[in-house]
């Protein structure tokens, strides 16, 4: 399989998820994940979407279950990515970000939380896709990325920011 032969303008998500990262005093929230896919990576909190729930109701509920604190408003829509992995699974995640959180985050069954200085975010230890659409989150641009994956190994990608993101509908 490669990128450039996916029917993007046909693609559909069989699952949908979010991530919520938020970024207080030059520092972000970051977990390491116990379980479920990416187990063992740093990322940011999230997860599925449940029936019913808006992707934003969705992210908060997950930082809430993950971390044990609520994000402080205003919870802001980042962007949109879209990933087919070469065995099938298909993920839509709809990225938020918010100005701090209520509480102290704390270790759960699921993540065990960081705060990561700005300038020292662990992309070794990441997603490969993450190091690609990450700065345009902290530069508080709106992007859209569209992201091949064989298991770990990211085998292709597009970026759009800014305009060019809104009309991807991001």
């Not at 979010?18 to 909190?45: E, M, Q, S, W, Y």
């Amino acid at each position: 399989m490669r990128f450039e032969d996916i029917a993007w303008d046909r693609w559909t998500p069989r699952m949908r998820a979010t991530l919520l990262f938020v970024i207080r005093d030059g520092a972000v929230l970051l977990i390491h994940k116990k379980r479920g896919l990416g187990a063992g990576k740093i990322n940011g909190p999230g997860g599925r979407l449940e029936p019913g729930e808006t992707p934003r109701q969705a992210a908060i509920r997950e930082v809430e279950e993950e971390l044990r604190v609520t994000p402080i408003e205003p919870v802001e829509d980042a962007g949109v990515l879209q990933f087919q992995f070469t065995d099938g699974l298909t993920i839509e995640g709809y990225v938020f970000r918010a100005p701090g959180c209520r509480g102290e985050p704390s270790e759960t069954d699921e993540a065990t939380p960081l705060w990561v200085p700005l300038d020292r975010i662990p992309y070794d230890r990441m997603w490969a896709d993450d190091r690609i659409w990450m700065p345009e989150l902290l530069a508080r641009r709106r992007f859209h990325g569209r992201f091949l994956f064989d298991g770990d190994r990211m085998l292709g990608h597009a970026l759009r920011v800014g305009a060019a993101a809104a009309a991807a509908g991001a």
